[in-house]
Structures are given as C-alpha cells and as structure tokens.
C-alpha cells in the first residue's frame, strides 16, 4: 500500500511563492507517474500538474502554465511543485496523487491515478 504525504502549504501573498512537497512511501516510486491537483471550495478537483515515472515528460494546466513547475526526486521518494507569481485563484487545497508504477506517462486525469495524499492548504491573500 502507498501512502502520500503533502507538505508546504500555507498563506502567501499574491505574487508570492510556495514549495509543495509529497513524500511517498513504497519501493515502486521510481516506476510511477505523479501528479498534483488541487480543489477549491464548491468546485471539482482539478489537474494542475502531471510527471512521468522518468521525469523526462510533464504536462500542465494552462491556468499555471509558465508559474508552476513539477519536479521529482527519486532518491527521496519526492514530488514537488514549485508555485510561482501565486494568484488568489490559485487557492485550494492541493492534493498529490501516484499511479501503480507501471512506467506511467504524465497523466491529467484523476482516474488515471491509484494513491492520494491528504491535501494541503494553499491560501493566496489578495
């Protein structure tokens, strides 16, 4: 069973920046494409951010295409988001999530995704 954890989240100014990070469990990280996604209060869940198992693919929602960007490291079993020129729309709850590690590609759907971590707050002033 994999867990995810998230990290990082907190109240930032608009313009600010923030790190999320997801530490994942298991021995099958290396071989599994991540992704974040985020959901704000009466709204669905949505892709933010996807990784392939290699970190040689990424894929972005255009809302944060160009301030976002995703990286792994496998040595940490980690994910992370850097989020730039943060925006007040940018605020939810962001939530990382990993497929069963069959050398996936980015993916930009939820249902493409096994493992879910327990969200972490992301709140942008205005």
């Known amino acids: 069973q994999v867990q995810l954890v998230e990290s990082g989240g907190g109240l930032v100014q608009a313009g600010g920046s923030l790190r999320l990070s997801c530490a994942a469990s298991g021995r099958s990280f290396s071989r599994s494409a991540m992704g974040w996604f985020r959901q704000a209060p009466g709204k669905e869940r949505e892709f933010v951010a996807a990784?392939?198992?290699?970190?040689?693919?990424?894929k972005y929602a255009d809302s944060v295409k160009g301030r976002f960007t995703i990286s792994r490291d496998d040595a940490k079993n980690t994910v992370y988001l850097q989020m730039d020129s943060l925006k007040p729309e940018d605020s939810a709850v962001y939530y990382c999530?990993?497929?069963?590690?069959?050398?996936?590609?980015?993916?930009?759907?939820?249902?493409?995704?096994?493992?879910w971590g327990q969200g972490t707050q992301v709140t942008v002033s205005s």
């Open positions: 990784i392939s198992w290699n970190g040689r693919f990424t």
């Open positions: 999530a990993a497929d069963r590690g069959q050398f996936g590609m980015a993916k930009v759907e939820t249902s493409e995704y096994d493992y």
